[in-house]
Every structure is written in structure tokens, then in C-alpha cells.
């Protein structure tokens, strides 16, 4: 059980990282900054990276969000988190 403390926290960071990340991008785009779009696609690199190894292992019948996880990932554009929330919600019956 103590990996369901270490996972989501993890996780939850990971997709934080992945959206900051795309502001950043997003931020460099608008202002013609170079800089800061090759800073936002390495931050969404990581996010993403790291949102797949917190995810390897985890059980959608006991952890996960939910709907709330699916909205938000349907919010933001991230595809895995809108996947793992259905899941996670079929699984609890939502």
C-alpha cells in the first residue's frame, strides 16, 4: 500500500510539470522567444516521462481519480490522463 502514497504524488507532479511546460512553449510561441519554447518541450519531455513511469505500475480499480482526472485531462489536452480517469472511473463505478 505504500506505493499508492508514493504513485500519485508522482503522477499528479508529472501532469503539473507536462501543463507548465505547455504554458512555457505556449509563451515562447507568442513572443517569438526560442528560448522559452525549447524550455517548455523540455519540461513537457520530462513531464511526460515521468507521468509514464509513476503510471507503469498503477491499478485503476484503487488508484486514480476518476471522472475528475478524466475532465482534467480532457482540460489540458493530455490524452493518458483523460485514459486513466475512465478507467479509473469504470472502475469506481462513476
Do not use: F
Amino acid at each position: 500500500m505504500a506505493s499508492n502514497n508514493n504513485q500519485q504524488p508522482g503522477l499528479i507532479a508529472s501532469h503539473v510539470e507536462y501543463i507548465k511546460g505547455a504554458a512555457v512553449g505556449a509563451i515562447g510561441a507568442a513572443t517569438g522567444s526560442e528560448a522559452w519554447k525549447q524550455s517548455g518541450e523540455e519540461e513537457k519531455q520530462h513531464g511526460i516521462s515521468a507521468m509514464k513511469a509513476a503510471s507503469e505500475n498503477r491499478d485503476p480499480a484503487t488508484q486514480g481519480y476518476g471522472k475528475v482526472e478524466e475532465l482534467a485531462g480532457r482540460v489540458t489536452g493530455c490524452e493518458g490522463m483523460e485514459k486513466e480517469g475512465a478507467e479509473s472511473a469504470a472502475h469506481k463505478g462513476q
